[in-house]
C-alpha cells in the first residue's frame, strides 16, 4: 500500500509561480515513477509530468514545457512541482500519483495505481 499526499496549491495571478509538494509513504520502494496530473471542471485528468524514481529522467506535456520543473528527493520520498509563469488555463485539481510498472514516459494515468487527494491550483486576477 501507499499513501500520497500532496500540498502547495493555492491561487495566484497570471504569471505568478506555486511549488507543489507530494510526500508518499508506505511501500515506496515499489515505486518506478511518480506523476503530476491535473484536472479542470468539466474536463478529463490530463498528464503533466512525471519522473522516474530511480535516474530521474523527466517527462511533460508540451504546454509546460520550459514553464514546470519536477523533481525528487529520494531521500524524503517526496516529488515536487514547481510552476512558473502560471496561465489561467493552469487552473485545476492537481493530483500526483505513483506508478509501479514500467512505461514510455508515465504519460497515461491508466500506468498509476495510487493517487493523492488533489491541491486546487487557481489562477486568476
Known amino acids: 500500500q501507499l499513501q500520497l499526499v500532496e500540498s502547495g496549491g493555492g491561487e495566484v495571478p497570471p504569471g505568478g509561480s506555486l511549488n507543489l509538494s507530494c510526500v508518499a509513504s508506505g511501500r515506496v520502494s515499489l515505486i518506478y515513477a511518480m506523476g503530476w496530473f491535473r484536472q479542470a471542471p468539466g474536463k478529463e485528468r490530463e498528464f503533466v509530468a512525471s519522473?522516474?524514481?530511480?535516474?530521474?529522467?523527466?517527462y511533460y506535456r508540451d504546454s509546460v514545457k520550459g514553464r514546470f520543473a519536477i523533481s525528487r528527493d529520494n531521500a524524503k520520498d517526496t516529488v515536487y512541482l514547481r510552476m512558473n509563469n502560471l496561465k489561467p488555463e493552469d487552473t485545476a485539481v492537481y493530483y500526483c500519483?505513483?506508478?509501479?510498472?514500467?512505461?514510455?514516459?508515465?504519460?497515461?494515468?491508466?500506468?498509476?495505481?495510487?493517487w493523492g487527494q488533489g491541491t486546487q491550483v487557481t489562477v486568476s486576477s
Open positions: 500519483g505513483t506508478s509501479r510498472i514500467f512505461a514510455s514516459s508515465w504519460s497515461e494515468s491508466y500506468e498509476y495505481d495510487y
Open positions: 519522473i522516474s524514481w530511480s535516474g530521474g529522467s523527466t
